[in-house]
């Protein structure tokens, strides 16, 4: 089963930022947290990860809480090429990826 | 730096037959990771391959099998196909260290008549 829980869906508005949420109050102190999206049949393409500091690169910012329970993914001025399904994962060194349903996003004109 | 490629993309197969999938990481990479997509199940683990030694295994039975070889290249294969194998099977490269970091093909679309 997947350690993380995220909304089924969410909307946002071209242009805006998009805020996407994720559960991980089980995580252990050496889990990372990855973050995929996934365009329609296409391979899932990674985002940004990271272990308890905040993440920024090109695509997105990562804020994880101080207790690491949760995490909010920021797309921050999102286009409609951002529609995707966004997986949140927990995962530690030699350990595979456990993909939960995710969180479809939907980026509105 | 080139991504993971699999071949073939799209693959036809009656029950029963068996098929065969390639994966060619990303240079560099030594970790193969494989995954089966299907919209009732989602995205599942399959196995990893690190240094052509198998790392991790996830819940699927024993017709589907994998290696890697010695310049990280690997296959996987599924024998004695059934209907419910049809499905996305993906593929992914990492270096397989502490920061786990993967990076995943454009898959492979099997369809199992």
């Known amino acids: 089963d997947a350690k993380t829980t995220q909304p089924t869906s969410m909307d946002c508005a071209e242009g805006r930022a998009a805020n996407l949420p994720c559960n991980h109050s089980t995580i252990s102190g050496n889990e990372y947290v990855y973050w995929y999206r996934q365009i329609h049949s296409q391979g899932p393409q990674y985002i940004i990860h990271?272990?308890?500091n905040n993440e920024t690169n090109e695509m997105a910012s990562l804020i994880i809480t101080e207790d690491r329970k949760s995490s909010t993914l920021i797309l921050p001025h999102a286009t409609l090429r951002d529609t995707a399904v966004y997986y949140c994962i927990a995962n530690n060194y030699g350990q595979n990826f456990v993909f939960g349903p995710g969180t479809r996003l939907s980026v509105l004109p | 730096k080139a991504g993971v490629t699999q071949t073939p993309r799209y693959l036809i197969k009656t029950r029963g037959q068996q098929v065969t999938l390639s994966c060619s990481p990303i240079s560099g990479h030594r970790s193969v990771s494989w995954y089966q997509q299907t919209p009732g199940q989602g995205l599942q683990f399959l196995f990893e391959y690190f240094s052509e030694t198998q790392r991790n295994k996830g819940n699927f039975p024993g017709r589907f099998s994998g290696r890697q070889f010695s310049n990280s290249r690997s296959e996987m294969n599924v024998s004695t196909l059934e209907l419910g194998d049809s499905a996305l099977y993906l593929c992914?490269?990492?270096?397989?260290?502490?920061?786990?970091?993967?990076?995943f093909g454009p898959g492979t679309r099997l369809t199992v008549l």
């Open positions: 990271g272990l308890k």
């Open positions: 992914a490269s990492g270096y397989g260290g502490l920061d786990n970091e993967q990076f």
